[in-house]
């Protein structure tokens, strides 16, 4: 099978990037032909045959004359159009494997896609996953960033929330794109190209099926786990601490979480990580600073922690960082929002079942519940036992299962 993985990104950059990258690797190394298509950077790691490539479009750059283009761009690319052309006619694929494409590739790659295999009837399956609400919110997180609150208003294609709430960066110029490149391809009907919908929870699902053009489109299916690249648990810290690693930001629940370790002066935090509130985590006496952090020292990290914290205010797709803590023998404290509860198994989902839960819930946002969560799983040294012993247990798809699953549902339907 010859599958084209397409992502505006052809460098480490992200989960979706990553997920790209695991996944064509499992079927290069399992007689499938792959090549990538995306936008050109210098430490692109993928590409095709053909070396075509979009140029790079580096929004938080220095100013260029390139840049007065880019609210055109963003929305259609004839350059995009054109170069993926190329490359379709070489590499003739039998699947066309999306993943984000907004702003740098545009939805101008359905199009060509959709024409290519009307032009040479070909049966070319277009599977999108869906790392994000990009086809459903213009900023991609169903979230006012003004206000700091989740938002619903622009499902059902009302798009014009975008601009009255400024919701692309707190700017008008940039919301009004974004509110354009909406409309522009909701009255196109671009998306109705898709034969397939990935979504990585069924939070993810049920909010993509509101929309009728992708009801009977999607799949839902957590990320993968890789069972053989699971250390074993590293010897425990003699002053075990409580651990988040991830980007310091609003959406992210840091402020929340800071709070929390405020009114728990006693209990040791170790954050790693970065972001706009890196500052603000250094402040905290009882907080050491880890800086980004990824391999074995990151793995160390975690698997010698009492606990990892996931405190996030937005609506989380399948957050790797949740399943790789439980992968490790960790458990995690979770905010009960978007897709984190499908990941942690709780006291009250085993009960009456051979299962040990892997973790606790909370109330996302509410400081004095996580504290107090926090402070009494802290304590109980049995509770946090059983939660050790509920993460030894596999529970998610690895690698091979999960490709075997996309074949089976997507690429070969």
Same mark, same amino acid.
């Given at each position: ?238 002053? !075990?601490? =409580?651990?988040?690693? @991830?980007?310091? *930001?609003? %959406? ?6 800071? +709070? #929390? /370790? ?22 905290? !006496?009882? =907080?050491?600073?880890? @800086?980004?952090? *990824?391999? %074995? ?6 698997? +010698? #922690? /009492? ?24 458990? =995690? ?17 085993? /009960? ?62």
């Amino acid at each position: 099978m010859k599958i084209l993985m397409i992502n505006k990104f052809l460098h480490p950059n992200g989960g979706s990037e990553t997920y790209m990258f695991e996944l064509g690797r499992f079927f290069a190394e399992n007689g499938h032909e792959v090549q990538y298509f995306g936008m050109e950077h210098e430490g692109r790691i993928v590409g095709n045959r053909l070396n075509e490539y979009t140029s790079d479009m580096d929004f938080h750059g220095k100013n260029s004359l390139s840049k007065i283009t880019y609210p055109i761009k963003t929305i259609y690319s004839k350059e995009a159009r054109q170069k993926l052309h190329r490359v379709l006619e070489d590499f003739k694929p039998d699947v066309c494997h999306i993943n984000n494409f907004n702003y740098q590739l545009t939805p101008s790659i359905l199009v060509e896609i959709e024409s290519w295999r009307k032009k040479n009837k070909k049966d070319v399956k277009i599977i999108f996953t869906a790392h994000d609400f990009q086809l459903l919110c213009p900023n991609h997180m169903l979230r006012d960033v003004n206000k700091n609150e989740n938002c619903n208003k622009c499902i059902g294609g009302n798009f014009s929330n975008c601009m009255k709430n400024k919701c692309i960066h707190g700017s008008m110029a940039k919301s009004v794109v974004g509110m354009l490149e909406a409309e522009f391809w909701k009255h196109k009907k671009a998306y109705e190209f898709i034969d397939s919908i990935v979504c990585p929870s069924e939070f993810m699902k049920k909010k993509m099926d509101t929309n009728p053009m992708f009801a009977d489109k999607t799949i839902a299916m957590h990320n993968f786990m890789d069972a053989d690249s699971i250390p074993e648990k590293f010897v425990s810290s003699d002053k !075990p601490y =409580v651990l988040y690693f @991830g980007r310091f *930001s609003k %959406e992210k629940g840091i402020g929340t979480l800071l +709070e #929390a /370790a405020r009114i728990l002066q006693d209990i040791p935090f170790v954050f790693a990580g970065s972001g706009p509130l890196e500052e603000e985590v250094k402040k905290l !006496p009882n =907080v050491t600073f880890k @800086g980004f952090l *990824s391999g %074995e020292p990151l793995r160390k990290l975690i698997a +010698e #922690a /009492a606990f990892s914290v996931y405190p996030s205010e937005w609506y989380e797709n399948c957050p790797f960082s949740v399943m790789e803590s439980q992968a490790y023998g960790t458990p =995690v404290i979770g905010a009960d929002i978007g897709g984190i509860p499908e990941l942690i198994l709780t006291s009250k989902d085993v /009960a009456g079942s051979l299962k040990k839960p892997t973790g606790v819930l909370f109330e996302s946002g509410n400081a004095k519940k996580l504290a107090n969560t926090i402070k009494n799983l802290y304590n109980d040294t049995k509770m946090l036992d059983e939660l050790r012993e509920g993460c030894k247990v596999k529970r998610f798809d690895t690698t091979k299962e999960y490709a075997d699953k996309l074949i089976k549902y997507c690429y070969s339907k």
